[in-house]
């Protein structure tokens, strides 16, 4: 089977590339790799944070963020609670809870975020340092 060459785009393809990372004023730079409201229930985002850097604290109302170490590695504090981690670790971080990452490493600290629902701008709140 062939793909249709009419040139339109159904509603459920969202086509790349993806869109070009951004410095953000939490400290670290992000991919959206999949924020749109064709999807609703999820978003997800590629974070990249530079050594010896924290982000700034804060929270998410109404927002469940996974965290999806790729790379490097890193001191999460989740509601007071501080952890380290690395490729492979996975931190759940519930609704409406302080967060913050920093990255331990000398090299760049990446990983996913995945937001339940997807990330609205209207729902970070900034909690200072």
């Known amino acids: 089977m062939t793909a249709p060459d009419d040139g ?13 990372e951004f410095g953000t004023g939490e400290r670290c730079f992000i991919v959206e790799e999949l924020n749109d ?14 050594p010896g850097v924290t982000t700034r604290n804060h929270l998410l109302r109404g927002t469940v ?13 989740i509601g007071g609670e501080i952890r ?3 490729p492979g670790a996975r931190v759940v971080i519930p609704a409406d809870t302080p967060q913050r990452i920093t990255n331990t490493g000398e090299s760049d600290l990446v990983f996913h975020c995945l937001c339940v ?6 729902n970070y709140v900034d909690l200072g340092d």
Request: glycine fraction near 8%; hydrophobic fraction near 40%.
């Open 117 to 122: 629902p997807r990330f609205m701008p209207a």
């Open 8 to 20: 339109d785009v159904p509603a459920w393809l969202l086509p790349g590339p993806f869109p070009p």
């Open 65 to 77: 963020e996974c965290y999806v170490i790729r790379e490097g590695t890193g001191r999460v504090e």
């Open 84 to 86: 380290d981690v690395g």
């Open 37 to 50: 409201p064709a999807c609703p229930e999820a978003s997800l985002a590629r974070a990249r944070v530079a």
